[in-house]
């Protein structure tokens, strides 16, 4: 599949007769030809430019890596009806334009070897050497688990692909690559597939390239993401753009030449170009600024390389010497670079005929690594074992092997990467002058977390730029934080867990904890599991069978009921997540949500085999969700109910001729309308701030209604379209989390 209709250069690039700096390459471009000599042409071409970055290499692995590929692919084909091995062939494509060793691109040939034929890691070790097997072992899937669902076996596999990335930063080179070319061709596979991997791409891969600071990759994924998960959106801005396409070139042309004769005049030599356009890009400018396609300043865009830094800010005073700068619309990424590593002069001036302009200034060195990020650093086999830049680039993955550390549960971990590592950075300094790189909304607590563990457990107090704060205080862009400290501290708070907003800061309190309160976890788990029964479940502990208990112990791998208990009490186990697994969501016999939509069954539901218009319930006893493996029981005037196939009810059921086949519907998941009730003292803005983190959640409000008090007390009424009671209990918890939120209940009415 072709990628998305990003716009090329408004113009070929244009130079003064100065020697180039360095070789320019083009983004990774699709395969076309996937006839066997079409498929021999392009492995030369992986071979050409390999030769050309690794002239001393030893090239004989690859095409010997390829012939191995067919010969273990043999008649496989993709679903778009392509032999399989033109994917792996596209894979290491991809990777020799980035830049990649011959060791990886062996690798990227084989990756699929071991996972989809009779082909094992040991025969590829055999052929091609411990290296290239490490690699493949990386990016290669983990065994399926019956007892896992596809969601928690999807989470297990990324949180691999980052453990051996801690390794090999080559290991997520190889998956984002692989990742790439399988949205490429993503027309071939059914609705609901493109829309699940469209969202998982959005979620981890495309964010993952921008950390990597491997933006050609990074913006392509967006964009394909973003073709699947909106299409209405994504065709309008796609239509606009081509519908103004010429109209555009030709002003840029202009604007070049105008800015070209300008820089000439003082001196300074630099190569002009116009800038891809991005689909993705456009359209969060346009959310974010509420702003329609007309008022976006990069619609009209051109970048200018140069030299070096001092050529940079000497290109920008010509620029806004020429045309009126935009004020706001500034932004110095070279004095300040970018969490990973970019650096380029972003301006947006009021350029010909009254029309906005953005430009890009950076040097030609400043491009290379901005198109390839990480991979720009790379030095493997040949000699450097210290590059700066390049450990510096990759200190949040080490980040984040502490991290994996202290979390058992993958879904936690990936959920912890998306809050810490993914979202929007700001840049704070410490007083020494020293820079850290913290997630957007991190409070001065998590700033002392970041610098050391101790140092947040001894934390009294904090100075923004000299200025006692809140530990509360959300940390701007150049922020110089302190941190106030004593020796005679008593350890952290629990109010803290609702103040920081990093996975490291929580679970490190969390671990605290643990070690210095066991007898009052206990306590507080009971108190929280007891008070979440009631608010989800309308039972209480007491109620619950020991059995039950012992059971949800073993699954977290702790030895006694009280472990259990005392982990619920110090954090290490969600309360809401408790309450869902042991399936007494409601204190009747089945769980009754209601229905959306009449029959047919939405997307999501559960279908017996064979027969069709059957009622069917799900089991209070083990509560499945979609995913889950199940079986039906035939109950008298009820229709079908469903349990866990692991459920002890169906285990020790006698009567086995009346159990079914069942299964999930193949298809988008279904929603239910379930209403809820927010108490929260009253201020400005908490209607938004509740409507964020249900959107964040991707939960949609269908209604929703505010009634102030006297006493400055609101309460919240609104019907939230959900999918599970897991994913229920996740947004109830979040939004307690908010400021002046005391209270969210179930509205039982």
């Known amino acids: 599949m072709a990628s998305p209709p990003t716009e090329q250069p408004a113009a070929e690039p244009r130079s003064a007769a100065k020697p180039a700096r360095t070789k320019r390459r083009a983004r990774p471009t699709p395969i076309e030809d996937f006839s066997p000599a079409g498929m021999r042409r392009t492995l030369e071409q992986v071979e050409q430019e390999l030769h050309e970055r690794y002239p001393q290499a030893d090239l004989e692995p690859i095409p010997a890596a390829f012939d191995f590929a067919v010969d273990a692919h043999g008649e496989q084909k993709r679903i778009s009806g392509e032999p399989y091995v033109s994917h792996p062939l596209a894979v290491a494509k991809i990777l020799a334009e980035l830049g990649l060793d011959p060791t990886a691109v062996t690798a990227a040939i084989l990756h699929d070897v071991p996972e989809d034929t009779g082909y094992s890691l040991v025969d590829v070790e055999e052929r091609f050497g411990v290296d290239v097997a490490r690699l493949v072992d990386g990016v290669t899937k983990l065994g399926k688990f019956s007892t896992l669902s596809h969601e928690q076996q999807q989470h297990e596999n990324i949180r691999k692909m980052f453990l051996a990335m801690a390794e090999d930063i080559r290991v997520v080179l190889i998956k984002l690559a692989d990742r790439l070319h399988n949205m490429r061709t993503l027309a071939a596979l059914p609705p609901e597939k493109q829309l699940r991997i469209a969202k998982q791409t959005a979620e981890i891969y495309a964010p993952l390239a921008e950390r990597l600071g491997i933006w050609?990759?990074?913006?392509?994924?967006?964009?394909?993401?973003?073709?699947?998960?909106?299409?209405?959106?994504?065709?309008?801005?796609?239509?606009?753009?081509?519908?103004?396409?010429?109209?555009?070139?030709?002003?840029?042309?202009?604007?070049?030449?105008?800015?070209?004769?300008?820089?000439?005049?003082?001196?300074?030599?630099?190569?002009?170009?116009?800038?891809?356009?991005?689909?993705?890009?456009?359209?969060?400018?346009?959310?974010?600024?509420?702003?329609?396609?007309?008022?976006?300043?990069?619609?009209?865009?051109?970048?200018?390389?140069?030299?070096?830094?001092?050529?940079?800010?000497?290109?920008?005073?010509?620029?806004?010497?020429?045309?009126?700068?935009?004020?706001?619309?500034?932004?110095?990424?070279?004095?300040?670079?970018?969490?990973?590593?970019?650096?380029?002069?972003?301006?947006?001036?009021?350029?010909?005929?009254?029309?906005?302009?953005?430009?890009?200034?950076?040097?030609?060195?400043?491009?290379?690594?901005?198109?390839?990020?990480?991979?720009?650093?790379?030095?493997?086999?040949?000699?450097?074992?210290?590059?700066?830049?390049?450990?510096?680039?990759?200190?949040?993955?080490?980040?984040?092997?502490?991290?994996?550390?202290?979390?058992?549960?993958?879904?936690?971990?990936?959920?912890?990467?998306?809050?810490?590592?993914?979202?929007?950075?700001?840049?704070?300094?410490?007083?020494?002058?020293?820079?850290?790189?913290?997630?957007?909304?991190?409070?001065?607590?998590?700033?002392?977390?970041?610098?050391?563990?101790?140092?947040?457990?001894?934390?009294?107090?904090?100075?923004?730029?000299?200025?006692?704060?809140?530990?509360?205080?959300?940390?701007?862009?150049?922020?110089?934080?302190?941190?106030?400290?004593?020796?005679?501290?008593?350890?952290?708070?629990?109010?803290?867990?609702?103040?920081?907003?990093?996975?490291?800061?929580?679970?490190?309190?969390?671990?605290?904890?643990?070690?210095?309160?066991?007898?009052?976890?206990?306590?507080?788990?009971?108190?929280?599991?007891?008070?979440?029964?009631?608010?989800?479940?309308?039972?209480?502990?007491?109620?619950?069978?020991?059995?039950?208990?012992?059971?949800?112990?073993?699954?977290?791998?702790l030895k006694s009921v009280d472990d259990f208990f005392a982990a619920v009490g110090y954090g290490q186990i969600g309360a809401q997540q408790v309450v869902s697994r042991l399936g007494v969501v409601d204190d009747v016999d089945e769980v009754e949500l209601p229905q959306v939509a009449p029959p047919p069954p939405q997307p999501g539901g559960v279908r017996v085999r064979g027969v069709g218009d059957l009622l069917v319930r799900f089991s209070k006893c083990c509560h499945p969700i979609p995913g889950d493996p199940i079986v039906g029981f035939i109950t008298r005037g009820r229709g079908v109910t469903v349990h866990l196939a692991t459920c002890p009810t169906i285990i020790n059921e006698k009567a086995v001729e009346r159990l079914i086949d069942v299964e999930w519907e193949r298809a988008t998941q279904q929603t239910y309308p379930i209403a809820i009730i927010i108490e929260a003292y009253d201020r400005t803005g908490l209607l938004s701030e509740i409507s964020n983190v249900v959107a964040e959640d991707r939960i949609n409000i269908v209604a929703a209604s505010v009634n102030v008090h006297k006493d400055h007390r609101a309460t919240v009424q609104a019907t939230l379209e959900v999918s599970s009671v897991s994913q229920l209990s996740r947004v109830m918890a979040h939004l307690e989390q908010l400021k002046d939120v005391y209270s969210v209940q179930r509205d039982r009415t």
């Open 216 to 557: 050609q990759i990074k913006w392509e994924l967006e964009d394909l993401s973003f073709k699947y998960i909106n299409p209405e959106a994504y065709r309008e801005l796609a239509g606009q753009l081509e519908s103004h396409r010429r109209g555009r070139e030709a002003y840029v042309k202009r604007a070049m030449d105008v800015l070209d004769e300008n820089l000439r005049e003082a001196g300074i030599v630099a190569e002009l170009s116009g800038r891809p356009k991005h689909i993705f890009s456009i359209y969060k400018k346009m959310q974010r600024k509420r702003a329609e396609f007309g008022e976006i300043y990069d619609v009209h865009a051109l970048r200018v390389l140069v030299g070096d830094v001092r050529e940079c800010y000497a290109a920008l005073g010509v620029v806004h010497s020429l045309w009126r700068p935009i004020p706001g619309q500034f932004d110095d990424y070279i004095a300040m670079p970018k969490n990973n590593g970019y650096q380029s002069l972003h301006t947006a001036v009021v350029a010909l005929d009254g029309k906005p302009l953005e430009v890009q200034i950076r040097s030609q060195e400043m491009h290379r690594v901005s198109e390839v990020g990480i991979a720009a650093h790379w030095r493997y086999k040949e000699g450097s074992r210290s590059d700066r830049a390049y450990d510096a680039k990759l200190a949040w993955v080490r980040q984040l092997m502490e991290w994996q550390q202290d979390v058992s549960d993958a879904t936690e971990f990936i959920e912890g990467v998306k809050l810490d590592i993914f979202q929007d950075q700001v840049f704070v300094f410490t007083p020494r002058g020293d820079v850290k790189d913290m997630p957007a909304g991190a409070t001065p607590l998590d700033f002392a977390y970041r610098i050391h563990t101790e140092v947040g457990h001894a934390c009294i107090g904090a100075k923004v730029n000299n200025r006692l704060v809140p530990l509360d205080y959300s940390l701007k862009n150049g922020d110089i934080v302190e941190i106030v400290t004593t020796k005679s501290a008593h350890g952290p708070s629990r109010d803290w867990l609702n103040i920081v907003n990093t996975r490291h800061a929580r679970e490190k309190i969390r671990q605290w904890f643990k070690r210095q309160e066991r007898d009052e976890n206990i306590a507080h788990g009971k108190q929280v599991l007891d008070r979440e029964l009631h608010r989800l479940a309308r039972t209480s502990l007491d109620k619950i069978p020991h059995d039950k208990l012992e059971e949800m112990a073993d699954q977290h791998n």
